[in-house]
């Protein structure tokens, strides 16, 4: 909600830049979606070896846990 406020003032404001980040807000979008997919697989694959080098202590902590 708060940003579109903030695009409200700024079409009030300047109009011109406000059409023009409103057209290019997609692009932008499109562009970084591949370094999105990226972090949601190198963080994929960090907890995953977090998982693995902290398994063997998690066993010796407690009998129960799992």
Known sequence: MLTFILWCVLFVLC???ALLAL???PIVW???MPFRILGIAVEGVLKLLWAVITFPARLLSSPGRV
């Open 30 to 32: 499109l562009l970084l």
């Open 15 to 17: 109009w011109p830049v």
């Open 23 to 25: 057209v290019l807000y």
